[in-house]
């Protein structure tokens, strides 16, 4: 069976950055295949975000660009997602995908929260 395994999902503020890791077996980490990384936002549909192809480079999804960057390590077969500048609205579940030879593949799905979080109550008195 063939396994596709996410990792560097986690929480970060407004305007901070992430890196996502997204390893693939050798068989089918070909200069053939199309690799890309989706995002599901809470409540929606899965969107395409970023695809790599040796013959194409890469690509965005408009609402990224200038801010991720897709890349790939053929010596450790891994797919990479550099995230910076993150928003609210990056938020959700990031999966890597991979076609080849008429397959689909998908990692199992890294979780991403943009927030500033609670805020902490601070109060100065006399």
């Known amino acids: 069976q063939v396994q596709l395994v996410e990792s560097g999902g986690g929480l970060v503020q407004p305007g901070g950055s992430l890196s996502l890791s997204c390893i693939v077996p050798?068989?089918?980490?070909?200069?053939?295949?199309?690799m890309g990384w989706y995002h599901q936002a809470p409540g929606k549909e899965r969107e395409l975000v970023a695809t790599?192809?040796?013959?194409?480079?890469?690509t965005y999804a408009d609402s990224v660009k200038g801010r991720f960057t897709v890349s790939r390590d053929t010596l450790t077969n891994t797919l990479y997602l550099l995230m910076s500048n993150l928003k609210p609205e990056d938020t959700g579940v990031y999966y890597c995908?991979?076609?080849?030879?008429?397959?689909?593949?998908w990692g199992q799905g890294t979780q991403v929260t943009v927030t500033w979080g609670q805020g902490t109550q601070v109060t100065v008195s006399s």
């Open positions: 995908n991979i076609q080849y030879q008429g397959s689909v593949y």
């Open positions: 050798q068989s089918i980490f070909s200069r053939h295949a199309l």
């Open positions: 790599f192809t040796s013959g194409c480079g890469r």
